[in-house]
């Protein structure tokens, strides 16, 4: 029972105000909140129980490196997705039966890959050598952290235009993006290097953002 409380107090406290909650809260501006909330809890048990079983072994596997610097790309990618927009030809149906769960859920697992929130499983499980509690714990706490910020990221689509509301989420991810990859490659690269393929990945960026824009004002004429 110690290690289940412990887990779950010092990850609902490192999880308040994390990227991870922010994401859930962008997604919640989106879809339905049932569907975020399912979504969270399944990304993060499985997250959470890798975490316990080789956690300590996946830095040895595969560099952490690459998978924060995948996970931060599929940001900027997720950023780049709502701007376009979900709708496909005879595929919306598709999309919102069975779209959300799968988007948010590896949207969600690989923005706690290599996270704090992941570390300190890491470390609970080390520490308290209780596998189940640690889980358990871990986990809970991420859906009650999260579920915080699928209540705001509800109250935000009640009350903010969709296209508002669509292009703060879009933002958040971008931002996340770039953030992700510049602790990435500032720690792999000099600063010459690290801003060269800032500026690339950031002009790659806006060009795309203008196609989209361009598509949809050709779109509606």
């Excluded at 560099?63 to 950023?79: D, K, N, Y």
């Excluded at 080390?126 to 910020?149: C, K, P, R």
């Excluded at 689509?157 to 508002?164: A, D, G, L, M, N």
Aim: hydrophobic share 55%; proline share 1%.
């Amino acid at each position: 029972m110690a290690a289940f409380i412990a887990s779950f107090i010092f990850v609902f406290l490192a999880e308040m105000g994390d990227k991870t909650q922010l994401l859930a809260m962008a997604f919640a501006s989106k879809y339905s909140a049932q569907k975020v909330l399912i979504a969270v809890f399944l990304a993060t048990l499985l997250n959470h129980f890798l975490a316990v079983i080789v956690g300590h072994f996946l830095s040895v596997i595969i560099p952490m490196e690459v998978i924060s610097f995948i996970a931060a790309l599929s940001f900027i990618i997720f950023g780049l997705w709502t701007i376009r927009g979900d709708k496909l030809k005879g595929e919306d149906q598709k999309i919102s039966r069975f779209g959300p769960v799968l988007t948010v859920g590896i949207a969600f697992f690989l923005a706690e890959m290599g996270d704090k929130t992941q570390l300190a499983t890491v470390s609970l499980a080390v520490e308290y050598q209780n596998m189940f509690s640690v889980l358990m714990g871990t986990t809970l706490a991420m859906v009650s952290a999260d579920a915080i910020g699928i209540t705001v990221g509800v109250l935000m689509r009640k009350h903010i235009p969709e296209k508002t509301i669509k292009w703060i989420s879009a933002c958040i991810f971008i931002l996340f993006g770039f953030s992700g990859v510049y602790k990435v490659l500032s720690v792999l690269l000099s600063q010459a290097y690290l801003w060269s393929i800032m500026l690339i990945i950031g002009a790659c960026t806006a060009y795309l953002v203008y196609r989209l824009l361009n598509q949809k004002t050709h779109l509606r004429k």
